[in-house]
């Protein structure tokens, strides 16, 4: 084994260091999950003297944690399937085929990637009250993929156009066509870019509030960060019924992301080299 130099073993403590000081407020607020309010008060920093595991279904129950989880699922569900759908058609045209305007297209897709949400808030509002798109989850999701697809466009097209051109031609010879060269080919030898991509934007979905926030009004429509955000500022009072629900809504993501993180890095480091 080869011995680390000096550098080497400050970068690796202060690494070590980092993953820490990620590492505290995360389990405080785990701890602090499962105490009674009494038991915060007297003893924040410890053990719970009672592991209260109702707080969980109370902080469900009062919260309506549940319509806003299916109300985000909805809403992942749909963006993830446009996003995946145009991207994976857009890539596979762009790095496959020679054609007139093939710079122009990939210009016009890539350059979404530079446009602020908050410079188009106000035309995306106009839009909303035009066609009375307001607590519309499929409008917002339709707007999400909008602004997903630039990104994903950028990584799939880097990751399709590194697939070897012998294969395609051999396939073609064999009487292939090009759908099944796109679906039995091109597809499964990107899928980490296809899994990167998705996991950013489940990621980006997952987390978003200020469209949330300015498309759905209503309680019944809310998703997931835009209802917390009211839990939270109704039951100030009352830290663990709010660190409850928190944990409560970060346990899928977390294990999604830690699922599938050895593609997710490798599809973006890949698709970042290749591109």
């Not at 908050?118 to 909303?128: K, R």
Request: some cysteine.
């Amino acid at each position: 084994m080869r011995k680390l130099s000096g550098v080497e073993r400050v970068g690796k403590f202060l690494l070590y260091l980092h993953t820490m000081l990620l590492l505290v407020p995360l389990v405080w607020i785990t701890i602090t999950a499962f105490k009674s309010l009494e038991d915060l008060f007297t003893n924040p920093m410890g053990l719970p003297k009672v592991w209260h595991f109702e707080n969980f279904i109370q902080a469900i129950r009062v919260s309506n944690l549940h319509i806003y989880i299916k109300n985000t699922l909805f809403v992942e569900i749909v963006t993830l399937g446009c996003v995946l759908l145009v991207a994976t058609f857009v890539s596979f045209a762009l790095s496959r085929f020679n054609f007139r305007f093939k710079d122009g297209l990939y210009i016009f897709f890539t350059a979404g990637y530079m446009i602020s949400l908050h410079s188009v808030l106000i035309p995306l509002y106009e839009i909303a009250r035009n066609l009375h798109a307001f607590d519309n989850l499929f409008f917002l999701s339709l707007v999400y993929s909008a602004f997903e697809i630039p990104f994903s466009v950028l990584i799939l097209t880097s990751f399709m156009s590194q697939v070897p051109k012998e294969i395609e031609e051999s396939a073609i010879i064999d009487g292939c066509s090009y759908w099944g060269i796109y679906s039995k080919i091109v597809i499964p030898l990107s899928k980490d870019g296809i899994i990167a991509v998705a996991t950013l934007v489940a990621l980006h979905v997952w987390n978003e509030l200020l469209l949330a926030l300015v498309f759905l009004n209503k309680s019944s429509s809310r998703t997931l960060p835009v209802g917390m955000r009211g839990f939270f500022a109704e039951y100030i009072s009352q830290p663990t019924l709010l660190f409850a629900a928190a944990l409560t809504v970060s346990i899928p993501i977390m294990i999604i992301y830690s699922l599938l993180q050895e593609r997710f890095v490798q599809g973006i480091t890949l698709g970042a080299l290749k591109g």
